[in-house]
Structure formats: C-alpha cells, structure tokens
C-alpha cells in the first residue's frame, strides 16, 4: 500500500492558461474522488469515478472542469483557462468501495495558484 | 442534504490538557460520521469513524468521539493532547457516496 500519490504537488500558472493534475490511488482501490479545498475551509467534493465510470459530478465543477479516468486505475482533472478563483489545493481520495464500507484515502494534494 | 458544522474555528490548548472539539451534523437518516486530520500542505488522516453499534468510537493517536443522536453530534475528545497534535480537524458525514466536511478546527498547542 503505496497511498495515493498525487502529481504535481505545487502549480503556478497564469490566468487563462490549461492546467492538468493527475492523481494515482492505491491499486485495488475502484473508487476515486476529487475535492477542491480552499483556504480556511473544508474540502468540497467535485466528482467521483467507480472505475472509470463518473458517477456525479458537484455543481462546483463548472463546464471549464474535466476529470477522467480512462482505464478505471489513474485520474486526471483539467482546468481551462484558469481563474484566480481556481486557486486551491485539490485532493484526490480513494476507496475500495463505498463510502460506508471503505473510508477514503487521502493524497498530499496539488496546490495551484493563478496569477 | 447533508451538511456539518463545526463551532470554534480555533481552539488553543496546553500540552497534556484535556481536548474536546465539537461537531453537529443534519442528516436525515442514520448517518456515516468522521474526524480527519491534516497537518500544514498534507492531505487528511482518518483518526476514526461512526457506522453504527457502540457510540463512543476509539480512533488512532487516542482520540475517541462519540455519537449522541438526540443532540445530533459527534465530538472528538483525547484526555492529554501532545504538541504533536497540532493540526486542523475536520469532521465528515456521509450518507451515502460522498463526504461532507466541515469548516474545521484549528488546533494549536501551548507547552
């Protein structure tokens, strides 16, 4: 059990540009969330995958928000053209199956901040 | 919906007192409850859960919480905090998919 590694850990990017962050989580685990948490509060969920299935997605993730997980194992989630409200730490989380069952695992998070 | 709160922003306690952090939670049935902990530019740690059984749950570092329904609240204890213990707490329902956190409680230790 290696956890769930989380790439980059820091990105600073200007405003209007594309950025990318990939999560991997703990191998056998087929659940994997997104949480966005800002400064002072507590993570918000984005969007969860069992395999590589999106089952929801929050209100949170406006259309410039995209995550996938194509072969069911590693997640990405892309921003385009940022804003400086993107700025946050993102965490990637899994499970092995619902929340109920498997508490979630947490990854050290990308922080990303737009200039 | 499901929500969380969690009254003190910021609790300061001195090394080897005793620590009590609130929680309340709405939810309409029976739900999941947690604490996590995160330490500065870390993800979060389970310190322990709710399912169901036994309301008062012991956790990992010698935290227990306990579950009073009639009160709707879920609040973490530990008799001596450590200076180690310093980090932000949150609490977590969960009813069915999905987590919903609180705003957190900032925890600072006083030798």
């Known amino acids: 059990d290696t956890g769930v590694s989380q790439d980059p850990r820091h990105k600073i990017t200007k405003r209007g540009q594309n950025v990318t962050f990939r999560c991997d989580p703990i191998?056998?685990?087929?659940?994997l969330y997104w949480y966005r948490q800002t400064l002072g509060q507590g993570p918000e969920f984005l969007t969860y995958?069992?395999?590589?299935?999106?089952?929801?997605k929050s209100r949170l993730l406006s259309d410039r928000f995209s995550a996938e997980r194509p072969k069911g194992s590693f997640s990405t989630l892309e921003i385009q053209r940022t804003e400086q409200g993107d700025s946050a730490m993102y965490l990637c989380?899994?499970?092995?199956?619902?929340?109920?069952?498997?508490?979630?695992?947490f990854g050290n998070g990308t922080r990303l901040t737009v200039t | 919906a499901q929500s969380v709160t969690q009254p003190d922003i910021h609790i300061t306690v001195s090394e080897g007192a005793s620590l009590e952090l609130r929680c309340n939670y709405s939810?309409?049935?029976?739900?999941?409850l947690f604490w996590y902990v995160q330490s500065p530019g870390q993800g979060l740690q389970l310190l322990l859960k709710?399912?169901?059984?036994?309301?008062l749950v012991q956790g990992i570092k010698g935290f227990e919480a306990e579950f009073k329904r009639s009160q709707s609240s879920f609040n973490l204890r530990k008799p001596s905090v450590h200076w180690s213990d310093a980090a932000e707490y949150f609490c977590?329902?969960?009813?069915?998919?999905?987590?919903?956190f609180g705003t957190g409680t900032r925890l600072t230790i006083i030798p």
């Open positions: 191998s056998e685990h087929n659940r």
């Open positions: 995958f069992q395999n590589e299935a999106q089952l929801e």
């Open positions: 989380a899994s499970s092995l199956t619902g929340q109920a069952q498997s508490p979630l695992h």
């Open positions: 977590a329902v969960s009813g069915n998919e999905k987590l919903t």
């Open positions: 709710y399912f169901s059984g036994d309301t």
């Open positions: 939810y309409g049935a029976t739900p999941y």
